[in-house]
């Protein structure tokens, strides 16, 4: 935690390892060292490191949606493939390594355009990554030469979409075998042999014959995986009419009836240890409808082992539910685990060692309507989100991986946890509500509250323990005597309801129990916060109304018990958040700020501080013991309603989520600002003494520099204006043209304009831009830009703009002074990269110019009539009359 609690925070920073969305559908890619995963949101690809989740890269795409996805290792970093519905290919190269901040966007770095008549269904990439195979919804096959980009064998022999590819490479005794295995919804399985010429395609896009070696016959559905085995004598392919087919050549030597539409099929390695046995025989993964994996003994045709699929759903629901199957499995070999893609957008990464689920990716939230922080340790390690289903998310913060919680039969609306994070309260639109505690190996339901007639919507918990309330939709509040709860029972209790008690006539959106346990605060939908006393002993207990708030105009959303202080907040749809006082009830303060309903309220910081939530996408952090009841700080990291609000334990992170399904983690980052601030005074007082001091010992190069670097233009000016006038007068010589070209040098100007980067150029050429404006400031303007075009070529100027463009940050450079170069670095690190193309310095620059060429050529041309009358003075037509006359 940074700093004390009492401290005033006055800043956020959002942490990387926010829960975003990820996964909406379509293929996923495993990066062969199993450290990065490839998942696809529509037109949008994103890279996700699987321990952290934390964010690699995201590529945009065309705006069309991404249809499949390859990786292929022809180059170093490795290389994504994406085919999109504009029927398109493109390559991606990916980042060398993790980025320190935002993810970076891709750049593709080439693009095969109609690359098929159809949209590309399928990619695979040989095991050299030299060839790149892409069925399509046509039924053709086109396998391309991965660095050329071009297309080396077109097949055409299927009848439908093709809709399972693999490659099969064997080197044996001095023969290399290369063939491509295609499916298709034709139900067969074709095998092309790759080496034979008849099937290349020749000058004009034209093949000769592309008969398949052979035409594998015997599914009676759609073929939707296929794999070779090591040596080459087996291969399996698995349908839709639930079998999986072992073929020894073109015949099949074993059917295993998988009892499930298959969805994806593939074998081991030889010697992969399953439930810790190594074995040597030949074992293959299936996997389909009933959202499960199965490991096989291919030849004996039995199954050996089977993987949970995702919480909470049974095999009979799986099968009535499409959203419950399995779409792709892939195989991770360095963790030795399988990886199973879920129609419901999970991620689940099984270990063949021991079967169990090492992480699950939640791949989409939808609407997140509540969260809480959860310590099962002792420390907040863990979060609960309440989304718009059944299943509890619950989040380990620091790896992000999930847990479901099963058990709820409709959506969960409402979350609470005890004070020392060990229990988790739900409450669903099922009517009941249910307490979870932590295991060894989850959560589990210990506790079952039914009694309620409608849904509930509000939970909290004593914070003594000893009994919780639940509040519904019915207008009742219930409360529940937790004395039988037993955290480390095998099966959930039944509790015991002490009161109920009618309390609104409409909705009951909020509760909350005072920090003594004596007093329940409800908010509702009627615009009242009402105040209730809580009486509780052994067995028994009661509630009565105390005391209602009145002052909201419309429905109430949140209601919040300070914990230092005899004062309720509220936030409700009108847009305020209000304090109460808790002896007379009344209004103390107002706050507004947001622009939409305030939906989550909560104290902080001693009682010092209030944080809100609201339907605008913000948080807010207000200090309200002072007289103005200053808003401190305001979050902006979400596009839609913000639902969910749940400060950390220690109060160092704020969790806000929402409607756009993100939750984003907020650090205090308060005292790190305010070190960055005294650093950064540290470096300005630093630098202007040193500025002081070089112009003071007529160090002008070095305080040129420094000017540059701390973005005062007035003083650059300034000094260039004092070299200018210091430099030694040039002796002109008309006839000397090796002193023409030294005309105008000097050479501290040339030193400072010498050893510039990118940024400093361009800085400094804006100034120059500025200066030339005006008619008092252009000669300065003129000898600076004489300077830059001698020293710089246009290459090297064009550079600058466009490097700047692409990536505004301080550069770093290299120079013999390496102390005043340093504390440049340092305040320019603060200055703001100028926004300024070459066109628009080009078009400042040439008008004025022009015009200071012109008033210059006037004054040439003036000063001749001056030499003239000059001249004819000293010895012109009355000279020469007078010397007549003295001769």
């Known amino acids: 935690m940074n700093g004390s609690k009492r401290e005033l925070k006055t800043s956020f920073r959002a942490s990387p390892n926010s829960i975003r969305p990820l996964y909406t559908g379509g293929p996923v890619a495993l990066t062969r060292d199993g450290q990065w995963l490839v998942t696809t949101m529509s037109e949008e690809v994103l890279i996700t490191e699987v321990s952290t989740g934390r964010g690699v890269a995201r590529v945009k795409g065309d705006t069309t949606d991404i249809t499949a996805l390859a990786l292929s290792y022809h180059t170093s970093p ?9 029927l398109s290919v493109r390559y991606y190269p990916l980042p060398s390594s993790l980025p320190d901040g935002k993810p970076p966007t891709l750049q593709f770095t ?49 009848g439908g979409p093709v809709s399972a590819l693999h490659f099969s490479f064997l080197s044996s005794e001095g023969r290399q075998r290369m063939e491509l295995w295609t499916g298709s919804t034709d139900t067969r399985v074709r095998v092309y042999d790759l080496r034979d010429a008849s099937a290349r395609v020749v000058v004009g896009g034209k093949g000769g014959k592309t008969k398949a070696k052979a035409v594998l016959e015997g599914h009676v559905s759609v073929v939707r995986g296929i794999a070779v085995s090591e040596d080459g004598k087996f ?27 298959v969805e994806a099929c593939g074998l081991l390695p030889l010697g992969t240890a399953v439930e810790g046995e190594r074995t040597d025989r030949l074992l293959a993964y299936t996997a389909g409808e009933t959202g499960r994996v199965r490991i096989w003994d291919v030849l004996k045709g039995s199954e ?43 991620i689940l990464f099984h270990s063949l060692h021991s079967l169990a689920c090492q992480r ?25 989100l309440a989304t718009n289903s059944n299943l509890v998310r619950v989040y380990d913060v620091g790896s992000l991986n999930a847990r479901l919680l099963p058990g709820h039969r409709d959506m969960v609306l409402a979350l609470a946890r005890s004070v020392d994070g060990k229990l988790l309260v739900t409450g669903s639109k099922d009517r009941t509500a249910r307490i979870w505690a932590p295991r060894a190996d989850g959560w589990a339901c210990v506790a079952i509250a039914e009694g309620h007639a409608e849904a509930v919507g509000a ?34 209790v039944q509790l015991t309801s002490l009161a109920t008690l009618h309390i609104a006539d409409k909705d009951i959106n909020a509760l909350d129990i005072a920090p003594n346990d004596q007093f329940l605060v409800s908010g509702s939908q009627d615009k009242l916060v009402k105040v209730f006393e809580i009486k509780h002993s052994a067995a028994s207990g009661s509630v009565a109304h105390v005391g209602t708030c009145k002052g909201h105009r419309r429905g109430v959303w949140s209601v919040r018990f300070s914990r230092t202080d005899r004062i309720i907040a509220s936030g409700a749809a009108d847009r305020t958040i209000k304090l109460w006082s808790l002896t007379d009830f009344s209004c103390l303060k107002t706050l507004e700020g947001h622009t939409n309903s305030v939906l989550r309220v909560d104290f902080m910081t001693a009682g010092m501080q209030l944080v809100s939530a609201g339907g605008d996408g913000l948080v807010k952090v207000w200090n309200i013991r002072d007289r103005d009841e200053a808003c401190v700080a305001t979050l902006d990291g979400h596009e839609d309603k913000v639902w969910a609000l749940a400060v950390s334990p220690d109060e160092s992170t704020l969790l806000s989520a929402g409607a756009d399904s993100v939750a984003t983690f907020w650090e205090d980052s308060s005292a790190v600002e305010q070190e960055e601030a005294n650093a950064a005074l540290v470096a300005k007082v630093q630098a202007e003494q040193d500025f002081t001091n070089y112009v003071a010992v007529g160090d002008y190069r070095r305080a040129i520099k420094l000017a540059l670097a701390m973005g005062h233009p007035g003083r650059l000016l300034n000094l260039f ?22 005309r ?37 303007a003129q000898a600076v830009l004489n300077a830059v075009v001698r020293l710089k070529s246009p290459d090297e100027i064009m550079a600058a703009f466009e490097k700047v463009a692409r990536k505004p940050e301080v550069e770093e450079e290299e120079d013999e002074d390496e102390d005043a170069e340093e504390k440049a670095k340092k305040t320019a690190k603060k200055a703001v990269a100028p926004t300024i193309s070459m066109r628009e310095l080009l078009d400042g620059l040439l008008p004025y110019s022009e015009r200071h060429m012109a008033r210059v050529d006037r004054l040439v041309q003036e000063s001749y009539m001056l030499d003239y009358t000059i001249s004819e003075m000293d010895g012109g037509m009355f000279g020469a009359e007078v010397m007549e006359v003295d001769a």
């Not at 490795?78 to 519905?85: D, G, M, R, V, W």
Request: some cysteine; aromatic content about 6%.
């Open 78 to 86: 490795p290389t994504l493939i994406t085919a999109h519905a504009s």
């Open 110 to 158: 080439k693009v095969l355009s109609r690359a098929a008549g159809a949209q590309i269904l399928l990619m695979a990439v040989s095991p050299d990554s030299t060839l790149l195979a892409t069925g399509s919804s046509d039924g053709i096959v086109k396998v391309w030469d991965m660095a050329g980009g071009y297309v080396t064998h077109l097949f055409r022999g299927h």
């Open 235 to 261: 291969a399996i392919s698995g349908g839709r009419d639930k079998v999986v087919l072992v073929w020894s050549g073109d015949k099949v030597v074993q059917t295993l009836l998988a009892n499930e539409q």
């Open 304 to 346: 050996v082992a089977e993987m949970e699929g995702v919480a909470g759903v049974d095999e009979e629901e799986a099968e009535e539910d499409e959203q419950q199957g399995v779409l792709q499995v892939l195989y991770d070999a360095p963790s030795s685990s399988l990886v199973s893609v879920h129609a419901d957008q999970n």
């Open 360 to 384: 699950q990716i939640v791949g989409f939230n939808d609407d997140i309507v509540d969260a809480a922080w959860l310590c099962p340790s002792g420390e907040a390690t863990h979060v609960a």
């Open 459 to 492: 939970v909290a918990v004593a914070n003594k323990g000893g009994f919780m309330f639940t509040a519904s939709q019915d207008r009742t509040i219930k409360m529940w005597d937790l004395s039988s709860l037993d955290v480390a029972a095998d099966a959930p």
């Open 721 to 742: 204006r004092t070299v200018l006038l210091a430099a030694k007068p040039f002796a002109y010589a008309e006839e000397d043209e090796d002193q023409e070209e030294e």
């Open 744 to 780: 105008g040098r000097v050479a501290e100007i040339d030193a400072v304009i010498a050893s510039l980067g990118p940024l400093d150029l361009v800085r400094l050429l804006k100034c120059v831009r500025d200066w030339n404006a005006n008619a008092k400031t252009s000669a300065v």
